[in-house]
């Protein structure tokens, strides 16, 4: 079984400060681990994965997000927040035995208000 | 480069009716993938097709069905609607020829069973 904890509904943050949105994830195995955004009314946008390798993965709009095997977590980061990265936060996760290459786990979501 | 396309973008269904959504892949991408987001919660995986046929299915029944077609176009069918069944139902696409290729979201359809 797979799942993912967004452990905050809502984060709010000062604009130009650095953020974190929070994500702890349960595989069986292996992950592969990804976050999305979505904006209003919109569908999900990719921001970034982790596969293997380097534990730091950049991704889209200066967002980074750090792997830790021993936590079992995956927190977004951005050193600079923007008002425009308002929005709501998932955080994904899929057991690399789970059929289907597309079969994603989401969290619950956390909405981030950058404030001005 | 064209992106992912749903219609309609919203529907207002009776419970035990039956209703169709539509989905056209980003160019160049040849999966797809359907996901229900219920209000407040994250998307949760329908199935996938690939090549016309299904090759995943998440936790849902069998009234939940698909289609995918030569273009790699999708449609979702649900019949006997249920109240439970409102959301937003998502489609995704994806190009299974580039390993871990993230996918491509359209704006979904809003689906409200009465």
């Known amino acids: 079984a797979q799942s993912v904890a967004q452990p905050e509904d809502q984060v709010n943050v000062a604009e130009g400060n650095p953020l974190t949105v929070k994500c702890t994830y349960s595989v069986s195995g292996n992950p592969y681990l990804f976050w999305y955004v979505q904006y209003p009314n919109r569908g999900l946008q990719f921001l970034l994965k982790y596969i293997t390798g380097d534990n730091l993965v950049k991704g889209s709009y200066g967002f980074e997000a750090e792997f830790n095997k021993s936590q079992t977590s995956f927190h977004l980061k951005k050193p600079s927040a923007l008002v425009s990265d308002s929005a709501l936060y998932f955080c994904a996760v899929r057991d690399r035995a789970a059929a289907g290459a597309n079969n994603l786990f989401f969290g619950t979501g956390t909405r981030l208000t950058v404030i001005p | 480069e064209t992106g992912v396309t749903q219609s309609p973008t919203h529907l207002i269904k009776t419970r035990g009716q039956q209703v169709t959504l539509r989905c056209s892949s980003q160019s160049g991408h040849n999966t797809v993938s359907w996901y229900q987001q219920a209000l407040g919660q994250g998307p949760q995986f329908i199935f996938q097709y690939y090549r016309e046929e299904e090759n995943g299915r998440g936790n849902f029944p069998p009234r939940f069905s698909g289609l995918q077609f030569p273009n790699y176009s999708s449609e979702l069918n649900v019949n006997a609607l249920e109240l439970d069944d409102s959301a937003l139902y998502l489609c995704?696409?994806?190009?299974?020829?580039?390993?871990?290729?993230?996918?491509?979201f359209g704006n979904g359809t809003r689906l409200t069973v009465t």
């Open positions: 995704a696409s994806s190009s299974r020829d580039t390993p871990f290729s993230p996918l491509h």
